[in-house]
């Protein structure tokens, strides 16, 4: 269990509490944005090799969460992780 005191931990259940979550490669929220990070940590996503390419992902690809923030904090979050298609980028859920 992961302690209440994380540096990690930053208010993130306004926005990531009970919501659902697909795993997925990465893909951009929209045309001009390069990248994403970790809401947690701050790991870098992008479609480069030398960044995060697979995490977990809001519906709508806004919120991204690597998979060791993940495995951290996903009873404290109550995350349901769903088996969708790839998000669509910009799309509300």
Same mark, same amino acid.
């Given at each position: ?33 390069? /990248?994403?990070? =970790? &809401?947690? %940590?701050?790991?870098? #996503? ?7 390419? *697979? ?7 806004? /919120?991204?969460? =690597? &998979?060791? %923030?993940?495995?951290? #904090? ?7 992780? *769903? ?11």
């Amino acid at each position: 269990m992961t302690d209440m005191t994380d540096w990690r931990l930053q208010g993130q259940e306004r926005f990531l509490k009970g919501v659902s979550l697909a795993k997925q490669t990465y893909r951009k929220y929209r045309e001009g944005w390069e /990248h994403d990070h =970790c &809401e947690f %940590c701050g790991a870098k #996503f992008s479609e480069r090799h030398e960044n995060l390419n *697979v995490g977990y992902a809001t519906l709508d690809c806004y /919120h991204w969460i =690597c &998979e060791n %923030c993940y495995g951290d #904090f996903k009873d404290m979050f109550q995350w349901k992780v *769903v088996d969708t298609p790839p998000c669509t980028p910009g799309q509300q859920t």
